[in-house]
């Protein structure tokens, strides 16, 4: 993955609408890390990474480009904010949390990939054990033919459930879960279940027996070291200036100075082994409504000295948000739909409506970015979206009207609504 700072930003603009600034900061600081890999090691050694602090309002896409960026460079990401932590000493989660969590992400993500690898071996496998129990062959297996027979097989506990890791909560709750089952001795349950199911279950644990955990391990601390990425979302909120009032850490103080290390490169131990984050990339981001950049600790502010400012969002770009991205909301909408025999499409005029409502909305509730389009477009699409099979369906800006003229009428109702 060589691309060019331009070659990325042609990628990020894919997804997300403006926001050149911040897109131009991070294609940089990706390709620096390209280039360092290419100096002597003893150069690239002493070039640590320019940390970037995004200046901008909430939903307006400072984690969007962070989270894709990672995803383009195929490194290993972890979201987290500020306010969880707190003081060393105190109740709260510790800032080293955040390199655990960092390292299991790592972790999880190369095994996918390993799993990936040897999937077709771990399902003839998984197909064999069922035709074996079932006593017919692997190809009625394959056929579905018994896939809602009920089966027993005999499972890892943690195999049971092959997308924990997906579903699970946040990205701290996943690191959470992971870290858990780690930790945990494996045993052996007995299950009944569906055939299908059972398939998915036995794939799954061959393929976890299929792959060689200690490459997992050392290829996922790589990751984390040499091409993690973490975004730290709030920083603006424990960047106050030291309050008047008592209490252990009025200014958020103490958590800055907790993450200093963090950010300048320590070395955290986790479940894998010692990670240095000395080369992490840190992407902090906040809104900056009340305190001041200049308001963090000095160290700090030296540690992110790349700023981009995102602008808030206005009708124009909520127009572009709706059509242009590659799973643009409305791309979303439309194929839920047709899965279920319902062809929705959306006039040109009530793609605009959809957006003027939604700028209006920030400007007289609260502004809350491109977030508020889902919001718009779920009460647009409430009706459509109750009933099947309704064939072609035209969303014109009358019908987006309608549907939305009796909610901004009344502001109590919008409150709650949109
Ligand atoms: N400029 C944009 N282009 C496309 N989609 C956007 C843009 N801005 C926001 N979105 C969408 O809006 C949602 C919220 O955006 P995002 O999570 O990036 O907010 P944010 O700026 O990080 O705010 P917060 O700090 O509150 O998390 C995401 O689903 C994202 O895809």
Redo the contacts with the bound molecule.
Sequence with gaps: MNLTPAEIVRELDK?????ESAKKAVAVALRNRYRRKRLPAALAREIVPRNILMI?P???????IARRLARLAGAPFLKVEATKFTEVGYVGRDVDSIVRDLAEASYQMVLQELKAKVAERATAQAEEQLSALLRVSAFDIRSGRFDDQLVEIEVDEESQLPFMGVLGGGDQMQGLGNMLKGLLPQRRVRRRMRVKEALEVLKNQEAERLVDKEEATQEGLRRAQEDGIVFI?EIDKVARKQGSVGGPDVSGEGVQRDLLPVVEGTVVSTRLGPVSTEHVLFIA?GAFHVSKPSDLIPELQGRFPIRVELSS?GAE?FER?LTE?ESSLLKQYTELLKADGTEIHFTPEAVRAIAQYAHAANRDLEDI???RLSTVLERVLEEVSFQTDLGKVEITKEYVEARLASVVASPDLSRYIL
Excluded at 15 to 19: A, L, R, T
Excluded at 58 to 64: D, N, P, Q, S, Y
């Design positions: 997804h997300i609408i403006g926001q901008g909430t939903g307006v896409g400072k984690t969007e979302d981001a969002l770009e948000i991205p970015g491109a977030r």
